[in-house]
């Protein structure tokens, strides 16, 4: 038959694209909300993140207009309060805590040991929807009436004076609360039971030892701030005095529940992104890790030592001087593994075969802000230097240095990385390292000023502020400006790269782990056969530096 | 629920494929169902360890205030019904026993006396919580429901409290309610889950290779009965109770 001679010239202009993969593999809306597949349900989750992280960021570009003169340039007292309140809440609970391990960790997880899902596929989708209803719940609070009390709810203005929806919003936290408790529980069981042959605990990615680490903060954390925010509620609704001094309660048994769960939590968001950068650093070094046992001790040192600290947070609250010098000891040993891990990622440069792409310029960046963001850290445990810059813009300094420089340059870094092995698209490489130089100068300009600012005695949360402070503020919201642009950029090249950007292939960053050996995107079962793992995560030919971008 | 849904047409199989509607007997992730099962079990022994986290919580802001406030609390204690809350602690050891022997006729594979256990747990879970009720009932004729029916002059006249005191008390009787509520509400979760596990039983889901659901819940179950089991004399015997 003559067909044969048509049909075949046809076939080879077009080349095999119905490749499967996770994305096509099935279609409907349906195949999406019921899914099994960890892949998907880490696109599910990247969505309502990314809408989440924007709209925090868009409260606090009202905070910072407002802060450009002494006396206040756009909002009402109280519009000022339920403002910072709702930057507060919606970047700590709805989008630090869960975005790496919901969207990163979820994709990566399974990939990176070999497995064809996590442990409990039903049980992550469920924690998919407590999410998006914690989160809309808590939307909702927000927008028809707020809150005012900050992220912390602290007692009693949060038990008895506030009269907004602090209750709703609660709830809407504890659904989400709970919602990352699924995920960290299903972690542990994953990395516990379906690593691939071969894949013995020391030769995890380093991402995988610290998920875990993160997991085990989830679950031993996250029931007490639930108990500790129910115990609110119910003294709001029922008017009985849990926390309340003139009734019998004790204030400061709020911060101590509350700060049990809140400073662990702050090693939840810090973790895994220790975990990227430990991955991003040796593939763009082209080196071994140095220093790997090293760096997985150090994360449980860090989630161990979480547990003992949070009374850090109360050195001026009214607890004994003999506790508070106990807290403050505590606090300095978190130094301790923090330092181990930046020296090891500082080793594994030397010598490396550098090369500067997007994920490690993020990833660089994160080593500079989080070295910043820890020495005062240190600061702040001393026990007379932080009486002195309590509740001043130092802490808020300090910790934006620890969850923006740290949290969200390494989830940035992160997603670039990953991005490729997600879509099977590569992004524009000049407009990516574009916004990355364009965050890290935003960020310093933003953040550095605040440091002087709180030295210098401004208190945060405040809605006017004395007139000499003004130049600095100035400035800060000059670098919050610049820093917004950087958060714009990928928002377009990103999405851009699904349609027009190069395939990338299987492995463009020629990196070592387990889950560039598959296909991008991968496979809607993640590997053609179970991978036989022979060697550790970062055996890397030294002195080759040859990507493909 | 292990049969593929052969009703539904090819589109509709195509888009239904890898979401939750199947379900397999052994999942696509696992080796075997042993390794399934102990996954599950695992799972749910870590789960336990939040819950202990969020009881303990409970049990370290109760400790402190009793600490605090040794009277009114045992005042407040002595009000409390002590004999259903003791009665109800014998239901709950016998209610573990029979989930116990769910369990362990699951592993053997006898079906009837699965469901018989299953529905016999269910059935003394069940009672424990028409107890509670009557409990609750009597409480509430007796005003023990801060911020609701709570009468603060009877505490004053009748118990010997001083005023400041009364807040105190109404601080212990928040935390019997809050705690045996939580606790109720456990309980109803885990009445239903045995529940489901009799239906499932009945169409033939269970067999000696496997059942690790009828584990995974005995254990959600003796949690439940543990808590209460600190519960009883947090709650109900922290004063010198009077015999008679």
């Known amino acids: 038959m003559p067909s044969e001679v048509l049909v075949k010239p046809i076939l080879r202009r077009r080349p095999p694209q119905v490749e499967h993969?996770?994305?096509?593999?099935?279609?409907?809306?349906?195949?999406?909300?019921?899914?099994?597949?960890?892949?998907?349900?880490?696109i599910l989750y990247l969505i309502p993140i990314t809408a989440m992280f924007f709209i925090g960021a868009l409260y606090m570009a009202l905070v910072r207009i407002h802060l450009m003169t002494p006396t206040g340039l756009l909002l009402s007292p109280d519009a000022y309060n339920k403002s910072f309140t709702a930057h507060g809440v919606i970047m700590v609970f709805f989008f630090l805590v869960p975005v790496v391990p919901a969207v990163l960790g979820n994709f990566c997880l399974p990939l990176m040991i070999g497995a064809k899902d996590l442990a409990f596929p039903r049980l992550n989708l469920l924690s998919w929807y407590l999410y998006m209803f914690g989160a809309i719940w808590a939307m909702t609070a927000i927008l028809a009436g707020g809150v005012d009390t900050g992220w912390t709810f602290y007692t009693p203005y949060s038990s008895q004076s506030s009269h907004y929806n602090v209750a709703l919003t609660m709830v809407g936290v504890v659904i989400a609360g709970f919602s990352s408790l699924a995920t960290g529980l299903n972690f542990i069981a994953t990395i516990h039971w379906l690593r691939a042959p071969g894949m013995s605990w020391f030769r995890l990615p380093m991402f995988v030892w610290t998920l875990y680490a993160t997991s085990f903060i989830f679950l031993l954390a996250v029931p007490v701030l639930a108990i500790a925010l129910i115990l609110v509620i119910v003294e709001r609704v029922f008017g009985i005095g849990i926390y309340d001094p003139a009734l019998g309660g004790d204030p400061l048994l709020?911060?101590?529940?509350?700060?049990?769960y809140s400073h662990p939590a702050v090693y939840i968001m810090i973790l895994p992104g220790m975990g990227i950068v430990s991955e991003v650093i040796p593939c763009f070094a082209r080196r071994?890790?140095?220093?790997?046992?090293?760096?997985?001790?150090?994360?449980?040192?860090?989630a161990w030592l979480s547990f003992f600290v949070w009374a850090h947070h109360m050195f001026v609250a009214g607890?004994?001087?003999?506790?508070?010098?106990?807290?403050?000891?505590?606090?300095?040993?978190?130094?301790?593994?923090?330092?181990?891990?930046?020296?090891?990622?500082?080793?594994?440069?030397?010598?490396?075969?550098?090369?500067?792409?997007?994920?490690?310029?993020?990833?660089?960046?994160?080593?500079?802000?989080?070295?910043?963001?820890?020495?005062?850290?240190?600061?702040?445990?001393?026990?007379?230097?932080?009486?002195?810059?309590?509740?001043?813009?130092?802490?808020?300094?300090?910790?934006?240095?620890?969850?923006?420089?740290?949290?969200?340059?390494?989830?940035?870094?992160?997603?670039?990385?990953?991005?490729?092995?997600?879509?099977?698209?590569?992004?524009?490489?000049w407009w990516s390292k574009l916004a990355a130089l364009i965050i890290f100068i935003g960020f310093f300009l933003t953040f550095l000023p605040q440091f002087v600012?709180?030295?210098?005695?401004?208190?945060?949360?405040?809605?006017?502020?004395?007139?000499?402070?003004?130049?600095?503020?100035?400035?800060?919201?000059?670098?919050?400006?610049?820093?917004?642009?950087?958060?714009?950029?990928?928002?377009?090249?990103?999405p851009y790269s699904l349609r027009h950007g190069p395939r990338a292939g299987s492995n463009p960053w020629r990196a070592t782990g387990l889950e560039w050996q598959t296909p991008s995107p991968p496979p809607r079962d993640n590997f053609e056969v179970t991978p036989i793992v022979v060697r550790g995560p970062y055996q890397y030919p030294q002195g080759k530096a040859q990507h493909e971008p | 629920m292990s049969r593929e849904a052969s009703y539904l047409t090819a589109?509709?199989?195509?888009?239904?494929?890898?979401?939750?509607?199947?379900?397999?007997?052994?999942?696509?992730?696992?080796?075997d169902l042993d390794q399934q099962s102990q996954a599950a079990t695992f799972g749910m022994w870590l789960f336990l360890a939040t819950e202990v986290l969020f009881f303990g919580a409970l049990f370290m802001s109760v400790g402190i205030y009793h600490y605090l406030y040794p009277e009114a609390f045992e005042k407040a204690s002595e009000r409390l019904n002590w004999q259903i809350g003791s009665i109800n602690t014998l239901v709950l050891l016998v209610s573990s026993?029979?989930?116990?022997?769910?369990?362990?006729?699951?592993?053997?594979?006898?079906?009837?006396?699965?469901?018989?256990?299953?529905?016999?747990t269910a059935a003394i879970g069940t009672a424990f919580l028409g107890l509670k009720g009557y409990e609750y009932y009597s409480d509430y004729q007796e005003n023990l429901i801060p911020g609701w029916k709570f009468d603060s002059s009877e505490w004053v006249l009748d118990e010997g409290l001083s005023p400041t005191q009364v807040p105190q008390v109404k601080l212990f009787l928040m935390f019997y309610w809050i705690m045996t509520v939580i606790h109720a509400v456990h309980l109803t979760i885990a009445i239903t889950a045995v529940l489901i596990l009799a239906w499932l039983a009945r169409l033939e889901l269970f067999s000696p290779r496997y059942h690790s659901p009828v584990e995974v819940v005995g254990l959600y179950w003796h949690l439940v009965d543990i808590v209460w089991i600190f519960l009883l004399p947090m709650l109900y015997l922290l004063g010198t109770h009077h015999l008679g």
Not at chain 1, 288 to 302: C, D, H, N
Not at chain 1, 360 to 374: D, E, S
Not at chain 1, 476 to 485: H, K, R, W
Request: hydrophobic fraction near 50%; glycine fraction near 8%; include cysteine.
């Open chain 1, 453 to 494: 600012l709180g030295y210098n005695g401004m208190p945060r949360r405040y809605h006017h502020y004395a007139p000499e402070f003004q130049a600095w503020n100035v400035l800060s919201t000059a670098g919050s400006s610049i820093l917004g642009v950087g958060y714009l950029l990928p928002l377009f090249y990103l």
């Open chain 2, 97 to 120: 026993f029979t989930m116990v022997l769910s369990v362990h006729y699951a592993r053997l594979g006898n079906k009837g006396r699965l469901i018989l256990f299953l529905l016999l």
């Open chain 1, 319 to 429: 607890i004994s001087a003999y506790s508070a010098l106990v807290f403050s000891a505590l606090s300095f040993m978190v130094a301790i593994p923090s330092a181990i891990k930046v020296f090891n990622w500082t080793a594994t440069l030397y010598k490396g075969s550098i090369t500067f792409e997007a994920p490690m310029l993020f990833c660089l960046g994160f080593v500079a802000l989080f070295t910043f963001g820890g020495m005062t850290g240190l600061f702040l445990a001393t026990l007379g230097v932080d009486m002195h810059v309590h509740d001043t813009y130092f802490v808020v300094a300090h910790f934006h240095f620890i969850m923006v420089g740290g949290m969200v340059i390494a989830y940035m870094g992160g997603l670039h990385y990953w991005w490729p092995k997600m879509t099977g698209r590569m992004y524009s490489q």
């Open chain 1, 288 to 302: 071994e890790l140095f220093g790997y046992k090293f760096v997985a001790f150090a994360s449980f040192g860090i």
């Open chain 1, 21 to 42: 993969n996770y994305l096509n593999a099935s279609r409907g809306m349906a195949s999406w909300l019921l899914t099994k597949d960890h892949k998907r349900i880490a």
């Open chain 1, 254 to 260: 709020f911060q101590h529940l509350f700060w049990f």
């Open chain 2, 11 to 31: 589109d509709l199989r195509d888009m239904f494929k890898h979401t939750i509607v199947f379900r397999e007997e052994l999942e696509e992730q696992y080796h």
